[in-house]
């Protein structure tokens, strides 16, 4: 085999070229994207995470919550994301280009969390006690209890946490007790209150086919 070198060469440059090749040019095409500037309020989305919530995007990784949940709408005709009010509209790259490790997901056992902070119900409140106790609020619910994430502690005398959850029944803490969220709990609950992409960025809008003209052959 005289050609030996030059054919391992060759082979090297082509498989090396081509593997460049798809890598830049996914970088080119999401790894640019940047913040997208309103050409008429002149403000810039997506806004940039703020810290507590940014903090709590760590949190929601270490505790694996992206193994029920999803974090992509689907658009119209590819799944009924939008029908049951996961989002207004598609989920785009840059929607992500603020966050270093994006949770798409791929299991859904519990709803898409995109917008989680767009549901009408959606207070601290509400966040706070789907992780502390979920069938408080969503009784008979699969999601399973944080509770670590929260102190059960004894009320300083004349002095109730302002933070203490609202809970009744059998949920309620111990006479005498309250439940405070840790700072934990306050990142995470900051960063599903941080979920929420409605701005209309250009690539969002539906794709709408061209119209055929009629007649003609
Ligand atoms: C074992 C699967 C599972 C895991 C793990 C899980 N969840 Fe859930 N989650 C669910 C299910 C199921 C629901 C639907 C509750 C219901 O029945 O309304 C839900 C509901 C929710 C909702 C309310 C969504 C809405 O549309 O109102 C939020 C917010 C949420 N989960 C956050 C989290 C966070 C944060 C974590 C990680 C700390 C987590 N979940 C981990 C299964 C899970």
């Not at 810039?44 to 507590?52: E, F």
């Not at 603020?98 to 969390?113: A, M, N, Q, W």
């Not at 979920?195 to 690539?203: F, M």
Request: aromatic content about 10%; proline content about 9%; some cysteine.
């Amino acid at each position: 085999m005289k050609n030996g070198l030059v054919l391992f060469v060759g082979a090297f440059a082509v498989i090396g070229l081509s593997s460049a090749g798809v890598l830049l040019s996914a970088h080119n095409q999401f790894g640019a994207l940047t913040q997208y500037k309103d050409p008429i309020e002149e403000t810039l989305h997506p806004a940039p995470l703020r810290g507590t919530a940014d903090r709590g995007r760590m949190v929601y990784q270490d505790l694996g919550c992206v193994s029920c949940h999803t974090q992509q709408v689907r658009r119209e005709g590819f799944g009924g994301d939008i029908a049951r009010q996961w989002g207004v509209r598609q989920s785009v790259a840059r929607d992500y280009i603020r966050e270093k490790t994006v949770f798409l997901g791929h299991s859904r056992i519990g709803p898409d969390l995109r917008n989680a902070a767009a549901r009408p119900y959606a207070d601290a409140e509400y966040f706070y006690k789907l992780l502390y106790a979920p069938a408080s609020v969503a009784p008979g619910t699969n999601m399973p209890s944080y509770a670590f994430l929260f102190e059960v502690r004894p009320i300083p005398p004349g002095q109730p946490s302002p933070h203490a959850l609202q809970l009744t029944g059998k949920y309620a803490a111990p006479a005498g007790h309250e439940v405070v969220p840790t700072p934990r709990a306050v990142a995470l609950v900051a960063y599903l209150r941080s979920l929420n992409d409605t701005y209309e960025y250009p690539e969002a809008a539906p794709y709408v086919p061209a119209v055929k003209q009629g007649g003609g052959h």
